[in-house]
């Protein structure tokens, strides 16, 4: 009858060792997954970023270019804006 349980015991000692193992794996697998997954976010979100501020600077560009146009084309216009936006913003700060 002690052998029994002898056998038994040494079955699922066998079988915790083969769970354990298991178990290790199936986590060295899941890191490296997040790790990859990590790294491919990181690289999609650099692109992005790229992406985004090349946009910016094309836009910026394309903001310049028109407003340098409206002032070749209206001069006088933009010096009298530009001096009512002067003088309010003068009148505001001789309030303070």
């Known amino acids: 009858m002690s052998g029994n349980y002898s056998e038994e015991l040494g079955a699922v000692k066998k079988d915790m060792n083969s769970l354990k193992q298991d178990f290790s794996n199936l986590v060295k697998s899941v890191t490296a997954d997040a790790k990859e997954n990590a790294a491919e976010l990181r ?44 003088l309010i913003v003068g009148a505001l700060l001789a309030r303070r």
Do not use: C, H
């Not at 985004?52 to 409206?70: I, L, T, Y």
């Open 43 to 86: 690289a999609t979100a650099k692109q992005k970023a790229g992406e985004a501020r090349s946009n910016a600077f094309d836009a910026g560009s394309k903001g310049k270019a028109k407003a340098r146009e409206a002032v070749r084309e209206n001069p006088m216009s933009t010096l009298l804006v530009t001096a009512g936006v002067g």
